[in-house]
C-alpha cells in the first residue's frame, strides 16, 4: 500500500514511517523542506531514497492535494506540539486547518484508511472518568491543548460523514530519536538537568513512541469504516517520572517536591504571558501544569485485543530515553548517570 505521512520528519512521525516500511509500504512523506528527511529517518535505518517526498505545507491546499494523489492512505501526524505560549497562532494555523485540509483531501481522493493522530489531551479534561474511545472530544485550556480538541472535533465530523478517519490517542510520548526534540523528551533533560525541584500533582499516562509507531502500522487495513484507538501505557505522577528518572540513573538526589496542580495554575499562567516577549523559553508552562493536574486515566483495552500492541515496560522507554539524550548531547555524562559509566 502507497502511505502518505505528514509530520514524517518529526518524532511520532518519523518512527511510524520506519513501522511502515518495515510492514512492507510504500511511503511518501509531505515535508516543509527535503533537508530535514535524512536527519529524521537515517537514525531509524532509512535512506531518504527509501521514501517518495513531495515539497510542501499541510496548510497549502494544493500541496496537499498533490501529496494525496496516488496514495491509498494516509498518517497524519503532521502538528505543532508547543506548550511554548509564542506558538499560538502557528499551532492553530497548523493543527486545526491542516487537519482539516489533509483529512478532506484524502476524503475526496478515495483514500482507506484516513489515520489522524490527535492526543489524550483532546478529551481532556476527564471529569473524573477513565477515557475511552467514546469519551467526547474536550475543551482544554491554552493554545496547543485547544487546538487538539478542535482538530478532534474536526476529524469526528469526517467521521460522522462516513469517511474511513481512524483517530489514535497517545498519552505523553517518550522515547529515543526525536528529530527535534520536542516538548515531551525536553521535559526528561530538564528534570535530568535539576530543573524542576517541585513537581505539579497529578500525572499523565506515558508511552514509548515506537509502540505509537507499530499502532499506526496495524491499523492500516482498508474497508474498517471509522475507528478510534487510545495509544495508553504506564501512568505517572510527575514525581514518580523525576524518581524513576533518579533510579535508572543511580542518581538518588534526583527528587521533587510534590505541589497541588492548582497551586501552581495561575503563576504558570503569568509566566505564559511574560513568555510572550521574551526571547528564551521559560520551562514553567502552563498547559502542562493543567494536563498533569488532570491525571486522566486511559482504558486501552481495544488497542491492545484488536490489534495486538501491548505497550513495553516503562523502565525500557526512560532508559533508551536517557542513554538517547546523552548520545546527542542533550545532557552530560554526570547527568546520565550509570546508564553511561
Known amino acids: 500500500m502507497r502511505v502518505l505521512v505528514t509530520g514524517g520528519t518529526g518524532f511520532v512521525g518519523s518512527h511510524t514511517v520506519a513501522a511502515l516500511v518495515e510492514a512492507g509500504h510504500d511511503v511518501r512523506l509531505l515535508v516543509r523542506a527535503i533537508q530535514r528527511v535524512a536527519p529524521a529517518v537515517a537514525p531509524l535505518g532509512l535512506h531518504p531514497s527509501d521514501l517518495d517526498t513531495v515539497v510542501g505545507d499541510v496548510t497549502d491546499p494544493a500541496a496537499v492535494d498533490q501529496a494525496v494523489r496516488g496514495c491509498e492512505a494516509v498518517v497524519h501526524a503532521g502538528s505543532v506540539f508547543s506548550l511554548d505560549s509564542r506558538d499560538a497562532r ?126 499506526h502500522a496495524a491499523v492500516l487495513e482498508p474497508g474498517r469504516g471509522p475507528r478510534r484507538y487510545l495509544v495508553g501505557g504506564a501512568f505517572l505522577g510527575f514525581a514518580a517520572v523525576v524518581g524513576r528518572l533518579g533510579a535508572v540513573t543511580g542518581r538518588r538526589r534526583l527528587r521533587a517536591v510534590t505541589v497541588p496542580a492548582a497551586m501552581l495554575l495561575p503563576p504558570a499562567r503569568a509566566v505564559g504571558l511574560i513568555q510572550r516577549i521574551v526571547p528564551v523559553h521559560i520551562p514553567f508552562e502552563f498547559e502542562g501544569a493543567y494536563s498533569c493536574g488532570c491525571a486522566a486515566r486511559t482504558d486501552d483495552t481495544r488497542t491492545r485485543t484488536e490489534l495486538g500492541v501491548v505497550p513495553r515496560d516503562i523502565q525500557v522507554t526512560l532508559v533508551d530515553s536517557v542513554r538517547w539524550l546523552f548520545d546527542q548531547g542533550h545532557i552530560s555524562r554526570r547527568q546520565a548517570g550509570q546508564l553511561v559509566t
Do not use: C, M, W
Open 90 to 215: 502557528r499551532i492553530r494555523q497548523v493543527n486545526v486547518r491542516g487537519t482539516d485540509l489533509v483529512l478532506g483531501a484524502a476524503h475526496r481522493a478515495g483514500l482507506d484508511p484516513i489515520v489522524y493522530v490527535s492526543s489524550i489531551v483532546a478529551l481532556l479534561p476527564p471529569n473524573g472518568q477513565t477515557l475511552t474511545r467514546d469519551s467526547p472530544a474536550g475543551h482544554p485550556p491554552g493554545p496547543y491543548l485547544s487546538s487538539k480538541a478542535e482538530a478532534e472535533r474536526v476529524a469526528r465530523r469526517y467521521q460522522g460523514a462516513g469517511a474511513p478517519v481512524v483517530i489514535t490517542y497517545p498519552g505523553a510520548v517518550y522515547g529515543p530519536h526525536d528529530p527535534h526534540l520536542g516538548d515531551g523528551l525536553r521535559v526528561l533533560r530538564n528534570i535530568l538537568k535539576g530543573r524542576y525541584p517541585i513537581a505539579p500533582s497529578g500525572g499523565f499516562v506515558v508511552v514509548d513512541v515506537r509502540d505509537v509507531a507499530k499502532v
